[in-house]
């Protein structure tokens, strides 16, 4: 991959995790979600449960069409929905690589405890109360 | 924990889920948040690499803080940033439910696909290109 290869790729992972954090920070998007993970399931059947209008539902399914973490196709009459799992997983590995960071510096910090521990060499009043 | 004591509770985590996903939807905001996984930061510092004004990344550390990813606190006269994981293992949560449920989807399939090739007992043809 070129330079400039690298960079688009970068912009356009950028936008599908705007794309896919923004359609999930709504609790009815997130329900619809929640109900494809059992299942693909019909829109009608999607929107049932919620207590508001089909055409509230269909807004809602658009938006998570359009971020790409659901996706439709049809069964003669009918509009499938189902979960595209990779886009969440992409949302899932910028998660995990920011609790990477924060690890290591957590791990370095009780690093930094245990030497500050040993130079520390308790007398007999510490060892009573200083253990828990 | 009553009923009504467990409701509000569904409803303030969905609001905080809904404030920490929308505030995840913005590459600067997503940056700032990699910046503070490494140290905390003043906010000058946390700044500094960004093309834009002091003002424009005064308004994403506003969102974060609002959605409780970020916190402030004052040293002196420095008003010093720092993470707050809670509010990411929350967001962290929430995935991994989702990845458990339709994991759960993808054994039972699996289960469906072993009974169906148990089922169906492979002629000598199969046999030669039926393996990978």
Redesign the interface.
């Known amino acids: 991959m070129t330079e400039i290869e690298a960079r688009k790729e970068a912009v356009s992972r ?1 936008a599908r ?3 896919v ?2 359609a ?4 009815t998007r ?1 329900a619809i ?2 109900r494809l ?3 693909e399931a019909r829109v009608t059947e999607v929107a049932e449960p919620f207590h508001m209008s089909l055409n509230a539902v269909s807004k809602h399914i658009r938006v998570l069409e359009a971020s790409g973490v659901i996706e439709r196709h049809r069964k003669g009459r009918e509009h499938i929905l189902s ?1 595209n ?1 990779r886009s ?1 997983d992409e ?2 590995g ?2 995990e690589r ?2 990477c ?2 690890e290591e ?1 957590l791990d370095a910090m009780e690093g930094l405890l245990r030497e500050l521990k040993r130079d520390h060499k308790p007398g007999p009043k510490d060892r009573k109360h200083g253990s828990r």
Chains 1, 2 share one sequence.
């Open positions: 950028a995790l705007d794309a954090f923004a999930l920070a709504d609790p997130r979600i929640e993970t059992r299942s979960l799992t969440l949302v899932d910028w998660i920011m609790r960071h924060w510096r």
